[in-house]
């Protein structure tokens, strides 16, 4: 039995570590400037697949997705990036239901991750986005205060915004803005 526990602990630590360098992997490919695609990627077939993967993860959670079919301007692979880090924080920090509501609002798109979690407090809530930071929770929860920096600059490289917006007892929303297409584009 130890000799299993020792491989099993082995494992998990290995797994952890190529997570870690992944994670570094991606900070550094944005820090370098790598240019990311720019092109129209439309948003609903890739919030359902990454609500489906986010449902693998935790099938006991109710992921709820209420979105309507646009575009983006963006790289679809970062993008995916982006929404797989925000489910995987709200899965990580809350255990109600989680909603991903997607819509557009004039020449961008808004896409929210809400959750019923506890709540993120102004003094941690004001860190989020830095590198190596963790909450609170950092010895319960596990991660590497890698993943909202890294959508940060995954989302601002394609000329959006992110934010964290949080309440004490209500829950929090990641709210991510980015460009559409012009209109010509989108009709075609």
Avoid: W
Avoid at 39 to 52: A, F, G, H, I, W
């Amino acid at each position: 039995m130890e000799r299993e526990d020792i491989l099993a602990d082995s494992a998990d630590e290995s797994d952890r570590l190529i997570r870690l360098v992944n994670d570094l992997l991606a900070l550094a490919r944005a820090d370098a400037g790598r240019s990311l695609a720019q092109e129209p990627v439309d948003v609903l077939p890739l919030l359902e697949e990454t609500c489906r993967q986010a449902r693998a993860l935790d099938p006991a959670r109710d992921i709820r997705l209420q979105a309507d079919s646009f575009a983006v301007l963006a790289d679809r692979d970062a993008l995916k990036q982006i929404l797989l880090i925000g489910l995987d924080n709200a899965l990580k920090h809350s255990s109600g239901p989680i909603r991903v509501i997607a819509g557009q609002n004039g020449s961008q798109a808004e896409i929210r991750i809400q959750d019923e979690g506890p709540g993120i407090p102004l003094e941690v809530l004001e860190h989020v986005f830095d590198r190596f930071y963790r909450g609170e929770d950092r010895l319960m929860t596990p991660g590497f205060g890698l993943g909202l920096p890294i959508a940060k600059t995954l989302t601002e490289s394609q000329g959006g915004t992110i934010e964290l917006q949080s309440q004490i007892g209500r829950g929090s929303v990641l709210l991510l803005r980015l460009p559409q297409p012009p209109a010509a584009a989108r009709s075609e």
